[in-house]
């Protein structure tokens, strides 16, 4: 598959990363959970409500045709509202959505590696994400240089060094 063009996300682009933080959310295949109830959870709706304030930064792929497919971006999340996958003040957290049909041709790596090489311009050390251990993007992760640092129930925060 050609690699699809990625651009820089737009405050604009904030109910296209609420869908991806659903598809994040729902990527077990027959388990998927209602749209409103992960967007008004505090759980997930940290990643987005507000976006694009200071310290946010992230990433769109559209497809030829120029419609969003996917996208990865990062929030600095404060001590006491941490997300899954908090790990440090200073360390921005990152999440990642495909829409199913573009999954397992590339486009989540591309948007990692976007999203990461963007972070590491801005002078991060660290990134950190979460994932469910039985979540096939484990394998994307440790193979773009990110480590488990917390085990969690089913979930583990992962972090990748920048520099």
Not at 77 to 92: H, I, K, Q, S
Not at 138 to 159: C, K, N, Q
């Amino acid at each position: 598959m050609p690699a699809l063009p990625i651009r820089a996300a737009l405050r604009s682009d904030g109910v296209f990363l609420a869908d991806m933080a659903v598809e994040a959310a729902n990527w077990r295949a027959g388990a998927a959970r209602p749209r409103h109830e992960i967007i008004s959870s505090p759980e997930y709706s940290r990643y987005i409500a507000g976006w694009l304030r200071p310290g946010d930064a992230g990433f769109v792929a559209e497809s030829p045709g120029g419609e969003p497919v996917g996208a990865a971006w990062y929030r600095m999340l404060p001590r006491d509202e941490p997300g899954f996958g908090w790990v440090g003040t200073g360390v921005p957290e990152l999440i990642i959505g495909v829409r199913p049909v573009w999954r397992a041709h590339g486009l989540g790596r591309a948007l990692l590696r976007r999203l990461t090489d963007h972070a590491r311009g801005e002078g991060y050390a660290r990134i950190s994400l979460s994932v469910e251990r039985d979540n096939y993007a484990v394998s994307l992760y440790r193979s773009e240089g990110f480590a488990v640092v917390r085990r969690g129930i089913g979930r583990d925060a992962m972090v990748k060094r920048l520099r």
